[in-house]
Every structure is written in structure tokens, then in C-alpha cells.
């Protein structure tokens, strides 16, 4: 008797713990696999874009694209959380540590704030984080100088290029002296974009006068103020302002001083015209480097990111011809 209840404990026993091995080994996350590779089944990557605004929703377009350019596909292979911080770092830092939590496969952070926070969150794990509208990744400390990576991390930069953005406004504006610049003091990239505005300028005889903001509140009073000092505004790529930026040109257009963008959206909105990225391109890109870790064929932090040499001129003739303006040669037109 005593030898069958210990036989029947045995046996009880060991298929407990071939039910416990298969339930451990089916439960297992494609993002808990060796290198945080995707499964052969299917792959999360969680999206995080820290503001929404034309450029950044065309990077996030973009991104997907690459991604499915490359095979993962959405409703089949591939799962998409995606969330918005509304320009708060607060709530930046909760979508980031509820990515972590989820243990995806992969975090895109979009912009340099929420790729800050995105790779402090994932930094002790084994998630790879990749950025796009980075204006400059080493400032961010998010790369080295030589481009590669500081840690499990890469992406894609959306640096301006600020001497053909000038020469495009001295061509437009040939008496112009002094161009304004608001930018948001939390932002690094913004930071760095006015400095080398300020050298750049030089060349072209012209004088940044720069306007410090520290939240979207102090948006309509700095564009009141900087408007009275300078001959026309020229909007670079800081979320906060461009959040705000209809307010930005409907003061402008009151003072009838012109807003150059830097980007195909802001033209859109309103700017007279820009030397800009194609962003669904960059985030196209994005994608691509993101598909390489995935599969296993690249590791985040053995990639250095990537900038592009090509920039397009865009041009709002509506607006360019309100303000009594020539546009130049080989222009791309946008409406609004």
C-alpha cells in the first residue's frame, strides 16, 4: 500500500512539473528571448512621441512603413502600442516605465525628450530603445561623437540644415537684418539649433535674436515680445513651439512680420517656406534599423544612427505672396 501512494506521488509530482516547464516555456515573451529578438510568431514594439504635430505624426507614419517594408506587418506579426505624452515629461516618463513593464520587444521614441526617458526607463533591461527627430544625439548623450552608441540604443537625427535654411531666407528677404528664434529651454536640441544659428548667421549678415520659453503658457507673450525686435521669425523643430504654433502665426501675421519653418508641415501651416527633411522618409529609415535588431541581424548599441544630407525646399505661395515675397527657383508648392 505505502509503495503505491508513493508511486501515485511520484507520478503526480513529476507531471506537476512537466505542466509547469510547458506552461513557462509557452508564456515566454518574444521580448524575453535571448538578445530581445521577435518571436517567430509575433513582435511588440510600443511607439512614444512626446508631442503631436504634423513632423512627428509623419515620422510614426513612416516608421510603420519600414517596419513592413521589412516584413512586420501589423494584424499579422506585428503588435503597435502606441501613446502620446502631450509635450509633458511627466506623463513621458509614465508611458516609458509602462512600456518597460509591458516588456516589448522594442520602445521608438520620437523626439530627444521622450528618447531620454525612454532609454533611462529601459537602460537595466534588455530593451533595445530606437529614435527618430533627434536634432543632435550626442548633445542628447544618447551617442558618442564619433556616432556610435552610448548604450543599448540608436536611431536616426533630423539635424537641420541651417546654412541653406538661411541662404533661403536671405534669397526671400535680401534687406532682412535681424531673424527671431523662440525655443523651449527644457529641449537640448533646441538649445544647440539656436547656437548654431547664432554661428551660422555671420555669414549672411544676419543677427539671431533668440526668445526663451519654458512651457507653452509663456508662448503668447515671448512671441509678442520677440516680434517687436526682429524682421521676421524662423521656426526650428522645438515641440513645444511648434505645439503652438498657429498662435505663433496669427501674431506674425497681425505684424506683418513673416515665419519661415523648418519642415514641410509647418508650411502648411503657414510659414512662408522652408529648406526641410521629408519626415515620412526619416521615420522610413527608423523603421528599417529597427527591423535589422529585431530579426537579430543588428544590435542597438553596435549601430550608429543615422542623419541625411538631403534637404527639400517647400513653399506656401498663398502666404509668400500676403506678405509681398518672391519665392525661388525649384520650390515645392504646399497648401494649406
Do not use: W
Request: hydrophobic fraction near 40%.
Amino acid at each position: 500500500m505505502n509503495k503505491i501512494v508513493a508511486l501515485g506521488l511520484a507520478m503526480t509530482l513529476m507531471a506537476s512539473t512537466l505542466t509547469a516547464c510547458g506552461e513557462n516555456t509557452a508564456s515566454k515573451t518574444a521580448g524575453q528571448q535571448s538578445g530581445n529578438t521577435a518571436s517567430a510568431d509575433k513582435v511588440t514594439v510600443a511607439i512614444g512621441q512626446f508631442a503631436e504635430h504634423g513632423s512627428l505624426d509623419n515620422c510614426r507614419e513612416g516608421f510603420i512603413k519600414g517596419l513592413a517594408e521589412e516584413g512586420f506587418k501589423e494584424g499579422q506579426n506585428l503588435e503597435i502600442i502606441y501613446e502620446n505624452a502631450s509635450a509633458d515629461s511627466g506623463m513621458a516618463a509614465q508611458i516609458a516605465n509602462n512600456f518597460v513593464a509591458k516588456k516589448v520587444n522594442l520602445i521608438c521614441a520620437i523626439t530627444t525628450p521622450m528618447a531620454q526617458i525612454s532609454y533611462s526607463a529601459a537602460k537595466d533591461t534588455d530593451i533595445p530603445v530606437i529614435y527618430t527627430a533627434i536634432t543632435n544625439p550626442v548633445a542628447a548623450e544618447l551617442a558618442k561623437e564619433d556616432g556610435s552608441s552610448v548604450g543599448n540604443i540608436t536611431g536616426t537625427s533630423d539635424k537641420l540644415p541651417i546654412k541653406k535654411q538661411l541662404e533661403m531666407i536671405k534669397q526671400i528677404m535680401p534687406d532682412a537684418k535681424k531673424i527671431g528664434i523662440l525655443y523651449c529651454t527644457s529641449e537640448v536640441n533646441s538649445e544647440m539649433s539656436v547656437k548654431e544659428y547664432k554661428e551660422a548667421a555671420k555669414e549672411f549678415g544676419f543677427e539671431i535674436v533668440e526668445q526663451a520659453i519654458t512651457s507653452p503658457a509663456d508662448v503668447p507673450l515671448a512671441t509678442d515680445n520677440i516680434l517687436t525686435k526682429v524682421d521676421c521669425l524662423n521656426n526650428i523643430t522645438d515641440n513645444t513651439v511648434v505645439n503652438s504654433l498657429d498662435i505663433v502665426i496669427d501674431k506674425a501675421k497681425k505684424a506683418g512680420k513673416p515665419v519661415f519653418g523648418s519642415e514641410i508641415e509647418q508650411v502648411k501651416k503657414g510659414c512662408v517656406a522652408s529648406m526641410g527633411l521629408d519626415y515620412v522618409l526619416v521615420g522610413e529609415a527608423t523603421g528599417k534599423m529597427a527591423a535589422k535588431i529585431l530579426k537579430g541581424e543588428a544590435k542597438a548599441g553596435e549601430m550608429k544612427f543615422e542623419s541625411f544630407a538631403e534637404a527639400d525646399l517647400y513653399g506656401n505661395e498663398e502666404v509668400a505672396k500676403a506678405y509681398g515675397l518672391m519665392l525661388p527657383e525649384g520650390y515645392k508648392e504646399v497648401g494649406k
